[in-house]
């Protein structure tokens, strides 16, 4: 079993950033994946960004490329997503799951991790 917790959202004004960290716990000597996915209101989950189980290959959706960077810090069982220049449209539950196979390259679908945390809401408004 793996739990993960989710920290950093709030409300912040369009152009603004926000950090969000996604602490792992439990079976994680293994290594594992991270996958950060959003659903908006009446949307479906989408993904936006995840980090293999190294570390060293990441991927992000063409919406958030060039302004959202996921990090990972081995030793803290942390992964980071900042997020720059937000929009509105970013406004949306953000959640981070883990996946125990090791991949080369992070998955997109969220099929493929097996635990999730609780979320943690991101509101970008002026």
């Known amino acids: 079993q793996v739990q993960l917790v989710e920290s950093g959202g709030g409300l912040v004004q369009p152009g603004g950033s926000l950090s969000l960290s996604c602490t792992a716990s439990g079976r994680t000597e293994g290594g594992y994946g991270i996958g950060w996915f959003r659903q908006a209101p009446g949307k479906e989950r989408e993904f936006v960004a995840a980090i293999n189980w190294r570390g060293g290959n990441t991927d992000y959706a063409n919406s958030v490329k060039g302004r959202f960077s996921i990090t990972r810090d081995v030793a803290k069982n942390t992964v980071y997503l900042q997020m720059n220049n937000l929009k509105p449209e970013d406004t949306a539950v953000y959640y981070c799951?883990?996946?125990?196979?090791?991949?080369?390259?992070?998955?997109?679908?969220?099929?493929?991790?097996?635990?999730w945390g609780q979320g943690t809401q991101v509101t970008v408004s002026s």
């Open positions: 799951a883990a996946d125990l196979w090791k991949r080369s390259y992070p998955s997109r679908s969220p099929g493929l991790y097996e635990y």
